[in-house]
């Protein structure tokens, strides 16, 4: 049965004084200077044959995908019915009544000019990728189409004028072209100030520019705009629903900066103004998030406790369970090393619901190879370690030394401790001022197995800096020249060795502990009164 379309697509449009007609078969071509458009007024006409015509009347190569579309077109009859209307929408509405599509192909000309291809092709399927992106391309075509409209120009701030502006943005943003869609948003806010897709088109333009900022080498420029805007919003439409997700953008942003604890407290602020509102969930889990990039459990786990308090983690969200699983574990293998089945159950749990590409996961590795380890399974400990190493450079330089340790331990319970030892000394000597926390771990290995001299070099460059670390790595050093004077048999060549290293020392907090050693070499010796010196804390 023959299908029959009629279209009254767009009302008859009347060239301006003086504009070029070309009249002949089916439809009329006007040009006005630049601009093209096409009317026609028939009945019935066959939609390959339409598509054929009209290819003609401009001057367009015709070609069709598949041998069967013409065929298949010839079957279904259209009524042209349209004045002042863009050719290419001419062709893709005959094409759609006939239950196809067209795209179109240019190439420039020797002799200047282009050529046109229109190209008939079966209708995108919304099942693929390339389908979608198809439609997406049609509708964002139509879009500007009615935008360039005289009915759009004439009342650019309308409602059908402002969708059709966050449509486009929309879709622009789908396809990553976000520079673009931005633009289309701060029109929509300059039209727009007042109206109730003001506070939206706000929140979206912060999303592209968090996005933007996410996607480029240096994205502080970007990020510094999503800042703005998120304040604007804020402070411009106080109680909106856009604000709520806008402090989850805001929590998201500040994490990504590294602003972590200035995330922790503005969160916790706001927090008392959104109780009632689902997006609670997300900014409990953005503060503990923040703790936990702290690396502060405590913290952490004080936010998850609210969250827990209030909702059960089965009715979350399977991104908010991954998010809570990971925290959970966390707070568990940093505050109760004494329980790992805890720290174990939720880290599978993390595994088993968070992505296979999820960046996080390099982190879960590591503690859950803390807890086999606490367990005593060494063969999954030394698993765990290897596959974290994998993942090495996408952890921050706290959980990267975590991860060599995890790396060195697993090796020691396995019985390989000369790789272990090894593997550890040439990460520290690569790196000493960025792996210190580490040359003081491998130093403290070196002890336990009566390598003191391994443990002094070690930690030689540690002990040069003024800070905290440096002044543990000089009481190693200090502890480490006593075993070995002791075990040899030399306590009198003690003093002279440490004393130099004992005067660098900067932390009152651990003069008791020097006092004991030097006391204790100096009551050795049979120096009565250096020892006692010593106990008072005056060394000589």
């Known amino acids: 049965m023959i299908a029959r379309v009629a279209w009254l697509a767009w009302a008859a449009v009347l060239c301006a004084s003086g504009a070029a007609q070309e009249v002949g078969g089916t439809f009329r071509v006007t040009r006005d200077g630049e601009r093209v458009t096409v009317a026609a007024n028939r009945p019935a006409v066959p939609c390959d044959r339409a598509l054929g015509e009209l290819a003609t009347a401009l001057g367009w190569r015709l070609r069709w ?7 298949r077109l010839a079957d279904h009859l259209v009524d042209l019915a349209f004045g002042g209307l863009d050719p290419r929408s001419a062709a893709q509405l005959i094409a759609v009544a006939g239950g196809a599509d067209v795209v179109f192909h240019e190439r420039p000309l020797d002799a200047g000019g282009t050529a046109v291809e229109l190209v008939v092709i079966e209708v995108p399927d919304a099942a693929s990728a390339a389908g979608r992106q198809r439609l997406r391309h049609t509708a964002l075509q139509w879009y500007r189409r009615y935008l360039d409209s005289a009915e759009s120009a004439s009342d650019p701030d309308s409602t059908a004028a402002i969708d059709a502006r966050m449509q486009v943005a929309a879709i622009l943003r789908q396809e990553g072209s976000l520079e673009d869609a931005t633009r289309v948003l701060e029109e929509v806010y300059a039209l727009a100030p ?8 706000l929140l979206r333009l912060a999303e592209c520019y968090f996005e933007l ?29 856009e604000t709520v997700r806008g402090t989850v953008l805001l929590g998201r942003l500040l994490i990504e900066q590294g602003r972590f604890e200035e995330c922790a407290r503005e969160l916790e602020r706001r927090a008392l103004y959104l109780a009632q509102n689902q997006e609670i969930v997300d900014v409990y889990l953005l503060r503990a998030t923040a703790w936990f990039r702290l690396d502060r459990a405590d913290e952490c786990e004080a936010a998850l406790a609210t969250l827990d308090g209030a909702f059960r983690v089965a009715s979350l969200a399977r991104e908010q369970q991954a998010d809570h699983e990971l925290l959970a574990g966390f707070v568990a293998s940093q505050l109760h090393p004494e ?6 159950r939720h880290l599978r749990r993390f595994f088993d619901l968070s992505a296979p590409d999820d960046p996080r996961r390099a982190v879960a590795l590591v503690m859950i190879g803390q807890a086999y380890l606490e367990q005593q399974r060494f063969l999954q400990a030394r698993a765990a370690a290897v596959a974290a190493r994998r993942e090495r450079d996408g952890l921050d330089r706290c959980w990267a030394r975590r991860s060599s340790e995890l790396w060195a331990a697993s090796l020691l319970a396995v019985g390989d401790e000369d790789r272990a030892l090894l593997e550890l000394e040439l990460d520290v000597r690569k790196d000493p001022d960025g792996e210190a926390e580490l040359g003081v771990y491998l130093a403290q290995l070196f002890m336990a197995r009566g390598r003191y001299r391994k443990a002094v070099g070690v930690l030689e460059k540690i002990a040069e800096r003024g800070d905290e670390l440096g002044d543990r790595a000089r009481l190693l050093q200090i502890e480490a020249l006593h075993a070995q004077c002791r075990e040899t048999g030399m306590l009198e060549a003690f003093p002279a060795q440490a004393l130099p290293i004992a005067r660098r020392m900067t932390s009152r907090e651990l003069e008791p502990r020097i006092a004991e050693i030097f006391g204790s070499v100096y009551d050795a010796l049979g120096d009565a009164e250096r020892a006692a010196d010593a106990w008072r804390g005056v060394l000589r």
């Open 65 to 71: 995908q598949l041998d069967d579309l013409g065929p």
């Open 339 to 344: 329980r790992p089945d805890d720290a174990e």
């Open 213 to 241: 900022g996410r996607s480029a080498t240096d994205g502080d420029a970007w990020f510094l705009e999503c800042e703005r805007t998120l304040q604007r919003l804020f402070r411009q439409h106080v109680g909106s629903p």
């Open 194 to 201: 007042h109206v109730d897709k003001a506070p939206r088109s």
